[in-house]
C-alpha cells in the first residue's frame, strides 16, 4: 500500500493541504453538461467527479512513463477483450514503485481518498486507436472511488445516465433470491456494460488533460457509465479532440 509512516495528526493535516490545493486547481470548465438535467443531480455529479488539471509536472509525468514503459512496450495492443469492453489497449498491476513516483501516488491518495488505496495500482495503456467503451465497474473488485492520472494525451470521458440502484456496493444484497442470483453472476464481470441512450438522458463530456487527474466517486461511481470516446467521436464543445496513445494510471479502495 502507499502509505508511509507518519502520526495521523501530521496525515491529517497533509490531506486537508493537498485536498486545498487541489480545489483551487480545480476546472468547472473542463465538465459540458447535455440534456436536462435534475438540479440536484448536477449538484451532486460536481461534486463527484472532478478534474484537476496539471497535477502532475512534465518531469513526473516522463518519470511515470519511464517506469512503465520497459514491461509495456513489450505486450502488444488487444482488440478483443474477455469482456468487451476496451479495445485497443494493453494493460498491467503495479505493486512497487520507484520512490519519486510512490510521492506521486500518495498525492492522489491524499487527494482522492480518505483511507488506503488497494495495493496494486491498474496501468491502463490505450493505443490512439482504441476505445473503451460505456461501462460501470463491478463492485466486487473496487470501492466507491476511482481515480486516475492521464499520460501522454488529452481525451474525452463521457458520463451517461443509468440504473440508480443496480450498481450500489452491496446493492445485491437488497433485491429478491432469483433477481440477487443473477445480480451475483452478473458482478462477477469486472465492467458491466449497461445499455445506455443520450436521447431523453442526461449527460456529461469532460476533457481530461495531458497530466491532469479525475476523480470518480459516489453517484458519479455508480449511476453512471463512463467510456473514453474514439478520435471520430472526442469532441468537446464543438473542439475536436484528437487522442493519441494514452496511458493512465488508476488507483481504487477498497470494496
Not at 42 to 64: V, Y
Not at 110 to 122: E, L, N, S
Not at 209 to 224: E, K, V, W
Request: with cysteine.
Amino acid at each position: 500500500m502507499v502509505i508511509f509512516n507518519r502520526s495521523a495528526a501530521i496525515g491529517q493535516i497533509l490531506r486537508r493541504c493537498h485536498r486545498a490545493v487541489a480545489a483551487k486547481k480545480s476546472a468547472s470548465h473542463l465538465t459540458c453538461f447535455h440534456g436536462l438535467w435534475p438540479a440536484a443531480e448536477q449538484r451532486d455529479f460536481e461534486q463527484h467527479m472532478r478534474i484537476i488539471p496539471d497535477f502532475i509536472s512534465e518531469e513526473e509525468e516522463k518519470q511515470l512513463h519511464e517506469e512503465v514503459e520497459p514491461y509495456m512496450s513489450r505486450l502488444r495492443y488487444e482488440f478483443d477483450h474477455w469482456d468487451d469492453a476496451i479495445h485497443g489497449f494493453r494493460e498491467t498491476e503495479r505493486k512497487k514503485w520507484y520512490p519519486t513516483n510512490r510521492d506521486v501516488l500518495e498525492r492522489v491518495r491524499q487527494v482522492a481518498f480518505d483511507g488506503v488505496i488497494m495495493p496494486y495500482v491498474h496501468v491502463l495503456d490505450l493505443a490512439a486507436d482504441g476505445v473503451i467503451k460505456p461501462h460501470v465497474d463491478s463492485t466486487r473488485y473496487c470501492g466507491n472511488t476511482i481515480s486516475g492520472i492521464s499520460l501522454l494525451s488529452d481525451s474525452v470521458m463521457r458520463l451517461v445516465r443509468t440504473d440508480a440502484e443496480k450498481y450500489q456496493q452491496g446493492s445485491t444484497n437488497n433485491v429478491g433470491n432469483e433477481a440477487n442470483v443473477n445480480a451475483e453472476a452478473d458482478d462477477a464481470s469486472y465492467r458491466h456494460q449497461p445499455e445506455t441512450k443520450l436521447e431523453n438522458n442526461f449527460y456529461a463530456d469532460l476533457l481530461l488533460p495531458r497530466r491532469s487527474l479525475y476523480i470518480m466517486s459516489h453517484t458519479a461511481r455508480y449511476n453512471f457509465t463512463h467510456e473514453i470516446l474514439a478520435n471520430e467521436l472526442s469532441l468537446f464543445s464543438g473542439k475536436p479532440i484528437k487522442k493519441t496513445r494514452r496511458i493512465s494510471i488508476i488507483c481504487r479502495n477498497e470494496p
